[in-house]
C-alpha cells in the first residue's frame, strides 16, 4: 500500500512546491528585476531608448550564451566550490538577460504599437498563429507548469530551434555535428580544404540557428504573453487595481488546478490519437489553457507584490525581490526557473507524454539519490536530465509504469538490453556498460 501511495504524494508534493513556491519566488524575481531597470534607465535616456538598451543587452548576453554552449559546457564539475561559483554567476547574469530582453520587446512594442485593444489582441493573434505554426506554442510556458532544477550535467545546455550543436570530438579536434549526420566530414573525404569548408558552413549554420531561436521564437513567446497581459489589463476589474490582482491570482490558480485535473483525461486522448495533426492541435489547446493560468498566476503575485510590499518604498521593495528570489531559489537549487532559453516543439514525446508538464523537483533529486546509492557512482556526474515524458500527474502516478498508453517501447528495449549486458557474464562491467545501465534506468 505504501508503493502505491508514495508516488502519488511525491508528484502532489511536486505539484505544490511548484505552484506555492517556485512560480512566486520566480515571479518576485522577474518582477523586482524589471522595475529596477525602469526605475534606472527610463530617467537616465527616456523612451524610446531605453527600451532599445534593454534589447540589446539582453539578447547579446542571450546569443553569447548559446553560441558559448559547448566551452561552458567543458566546465569542470570538481571542486564543486568553482562549479558552483561559476554556474550561479551564470544564472545571475543570464537572468537578468532574459529580464532586459522581454523588457526591451515589450517597451519597443508599447511605442510603436501603442497600447490599444486593437494593436494588444491583433499582435497576440499574430504571434500565436506563428507559435502554432512553427510547433513552438509549448515554449509560452512558465512556472508553476515548468521547474527547471540546477543539475550540474547539462547546466549550461539548451536546445536551439534547429537542434544544430558544436561538440568536442573525442581526439580533441573540434568537430561540428548536426541532427542530420553524426559526423559530417566523413560525406567530404579527409582533405584539410573539405573539411575546414564543412566545419564552416556548419558554424555558419549553428550561428543562424542561434539566431532563429532567440531573436524569432523568443520575441514571438514575449509578444503572446504581452497581448494576454494587456487584454486581462482590460477585462478584469480595471478600475479596481487590487480587485484585478486578487481576481488574477484566484482565477490563475483555479485554472492551474483545473489543468493539471485534467491531465489524466488528456495524456490518455493524446495516447490514442492516431493522426498526427489532431494530437498536435490537442497538445497545444492544452497547452494554451495552462497559459491562461500561468498569465494570470503572474499578474496577480506581480501586482500584489506591487501593491502590499513596501508600496511607499518602491525601490527598496524591487530590491528585495530581486534579491530574495533569486537567493531563495539558488537555495532550493531551482535558480533555472528564472531562465527563459531554449526551444521545445510541440508534440515532440511520443504519446501522451506531449501534454504532460516537467514539473520534477523532490522526485528528480530523490531518483538522483537512489542512483547514487545504488550504483556507487556520483550521481551528480552519472545522472541524465529527467526528460519531460517521465513527469506523471498525481493523479496518475499509480498505474503511470504499468500503462502501455503512456511508456514507449524503446524505452523497454533499452532497459531489457542494458540489464542483459549487466547480467551477462561473458561481458565486463566497464563503466561505459555501467553508464549505459544508469542512463537506460533513468530514461
Same mark, same amino acid.
Given at each position: 500500500?505504501? @508503493?502505491?501511495?508514495?508516488?502519488?504524494?511525491?508528484?502532489?508534493?511536486?505539484?505544490?512546491? @511548484?505552484?506555492?513556491?517556485? #512560480?512566486?519566488?520566480?515571479?518576485?524575481?522577474?518582477?523586482? !528585476?524589471?522595475?529596477?531597470?525602469d526605475a534606472y534607465l527610463v530617467p537616465l535616456v527616456g523612451d524610446p531608448l531605453n527600451g532599445w538598451l534593454s534589447l540589446a543587452f539582453g539578447i547579446t548576453i542571450h546569443l553569447v550564451f548559446a553560441l558559448l554552449q559547448p566551452l561552458l559546457g567543458l566546465a569542470p564539475l570538481r571542486p564543486h566550490a568553482t562549479f558552483l561559483a561559476l554556474s550561479r554567476a551564470y544564472t545571475a547574469l543570464f537572468g537578468i538577460a532574459c529580464v532586459n530582453c522581454w523588457r526591451g520587446i515589450w517597451k519597443v512594442?508599447? +511605442?510603436?504599437?501603442?497600447?490599444?485593444?486593437?494593436? /494588444? #489582441?491583433?499582435?497576440?493573434?499574430?504571434?500565436?498563429? #506563428?507559435?502554432?505554426?512553427?510547433? !513552438?506554442?509549448?515554449?509560452? *510556458?512558465?512556472?508553476?507548469?515548468?521547474?527547471?532544477?540546477?543539475?550540474?550535467?547539462?547546466? =549550461?545546455?539548451?536546445?536551439?530551434? =534547429?537542434?544544430?550543436?558544436? @561538440?568536442?570530438?573525442?581526439?580533441?579536434?573540434?568537430?561540428?555535428?548536426?541532427?542530420?549526420? %553524426?559526423?559530417?566530414?566523413?560525406?567530404?573525404?579527409?582533405?584539410?580544404?573539405?573539411?575546414?569548408?564543412?566545419? *564552416?558552413?556548419?558554424?555558419?549554420?549553428?550561428?543562424?540557428?542561434?539566431? $532563429?531561436?532567440?531573436?524569432?521564437?523568443? *520575441?514571438?513567446?514575449?509578444?503572446?504573453?504581452?497581448?494576454?497581459?494587456?487584454?486581462? /489589463?482590460?477585462?478584469?476589474?480595471?478600475?479596481?487595481?487590487?480587485?484585478?490582482?486578487?481576481?488574477?491570482?484566484?482565477?490563475?490558480?483555479?485554472?492551474?488546478?483545473?489543468?493539471? &485535473?485534467?491531465?489524466?483525461?488528456? $495524456?490518455?486522448?493524446?495516447?490514442?490519437?492516431? +493522426?498526427?495533426?489532431?494530437?498536435?492541435?490537442? #497538445?497545444?489547446?492544452?497547452?494554451?489553457? &495552462?497559459?491562461?493560468?500561468? $498569465?494570470?498566476?503572474?499578474?496577480?503575485?506581480?501586482?500584489?507584490?506591487?501593491?502590499?510590499?513596501?508600496?511607499? =518604498?518602491?525601490?527598496? @521593495?524591487?530590491?528585495?525581490?530581486?534579491?530574495?528570489?533569486?537567493?531563495?531559489?539558488?537555495?532550493?537549487?531551482?535558480?533555472?526557473?528564472?531562465?527563459?532559453?531554449?526551444?521545445?516543439?510541440?508534440?515532440?514525446?511520443?504519446?501522451?507524454?506531449?501534454?504532460? =508538464?516537467?514539473?520534477?523537483?523532490?522526485?528528480?533529486? *530523490?531518483?538522483?539519490?537512489?542512483?547514487?546509492?545504488?550504483?556507487?557512482?556520483?550521481? %551528480?556526474?552519472?545522472?541524465?536530465?529527467?526528460?519531460?515524458?517521465?513527469?506523471?500527474?498525481?493523479?496518475?502516478?499509480?498505474?503511470?509504469?504499468?500503462?502501455?498508453?503512456?511508456?514507449?517501447?524503446?524505452?523497454?528495449?533499452?532497459?531489457?538490453?542494458?540489464?542483459?549486458?549487466? /547480467?551477462? /557474464?561473458?561481458?565486463?562491467?566497464?563503466?561505459?556498460?555501467?553508464?549505459?545501465?544508469?542512463?537506460?534506468?533513468? !530514461?
Open positions: 500500500m505504501r @508503493s502505491l501511495r508514495s508516488p502519488f504524494l511525491l508528484a502532489l508534493a511536486d505539484v505544490l512546491i @511548484s505552484a506555492l513556491v517556485v #512560480a512566486p519566488l520566480v515571479v518576485a524575481y522577474w518582477r523586482g !528585476t524589471w522595475q529596477v531597470v512594442l508599447d +511605442h510603436e504599437l501603442g497600447i490599444t485593444p486593437l494593436a /494588444d #489582441a491583433g499582435s497576440f493573434a499574430a504571434a500565436l498563429l #506563428a507559435l502554432a505554426l512553427t510547433r !513552438t506554442v509549448r515554449n509560452i *510556458s512558465a512556472p508553476p507548469f515548468v521547474v527547471a532544477v540546477d543539475d550540474a550535467l547539462g547546466y =549550461f545546455k539548451f536546445p536551439t530551434a =534547429f537542434r544544430t550543436k558544436i @561538440s568536442l570530438a573525442e581526439n580533441g579536434r573540434r568537430q561540428v555535428e548536426t541532427k542530420d549526420s %553524426e559526423d559530417p566530414y566523413q560525406r567530404y573525404g579527409r582533405s584539410v580544404i573539405a573539411r575546414a569548408g564543412v566545419a *564552416s558552413w556548419c558554424a555558419v549554420r549553428y550561428v543562424a540557428d542561434c539566431v $532563429v531561436s532567440v531573436v524569432v521564437i523568443g *520575441s514571438l513567446v514575449v509578444v503572446v504573453w504581452r497581448g494576454a497581459w494587456y487584454l486581462v /489589463d482590460r477585462l478584469l476589474f480595471p478600475e479596481k487595481p487590487e480587485w484585478s490582482a486578487w481576481g488574477s491570482l484566484i482565477l490563475g490558480y483555479s485554472i492551474a488546478v483545473f489543468v493539471f &485535473s485534467l491531465q489524466v483525461p488528456a $495524456v490518455a486522448l493524446c495516447a490514442r490519437l492516431k +493522426h498526427g495533426f489532431l494530437r498536435l492541435v490537442t #497538445a497545444d489547446t492544452f497547452i494554451f489553457l &495552462s497559459f491562461c493560468g500561468t $498569465v494570470n498566476v503572474w499578474r496577480g503575485v506581480w501586482n500584489l507584490l506591487n501593491i502590499h510590499l513596501l508600496p511607499d =518604498f518602491p525601490l527598496m @521593495s524591487n530590491w528585495l525581490t530581486h534579491v530574495v528570489g533569486l537567493l531563495v531559489l539558488m537555495l532550493l537549487h531551482c535558480s533555472n526557473s528564472i531562465l527563459v532559453r531554449g526551444v521545445w516543439f510541440d508534440g515532440e514525446e511520443e504519446k501522451g507524454a506531449c501534454v504532460v =508538464f516537467p514539473v520534477l523537483y523532490i522526485r528528480h533529486y *530523490s531518483k538522483k539519490q537512489h542512483m547514487g546509492a545504488n550504483h556507487g557512482i556520483p550521481a %551528480e556526474e552519472e545522472m541524465q536530465t529527467i526528460k519531460q515524458g517521465d513527469v506523471v500527474h498525481p493523479l496518475m502516478s499509480n498505474h503511470h509504469n504499468k500503462s502501455s498508453d503512456i511508456q514507449s517501447s524503446h524505452r523497454e528495449k533499452e532497459e531489457e538490453s542494458a540489464h542483459v549486458r549487466r /547480467d551477462s /557474464d561473458s561481458t565486463p562491467l566497464t563503466p561505459d556498460v555501467t553508464r549505459e545501465i544508469i542512463i537506460g534506468r533513468t !530514461t
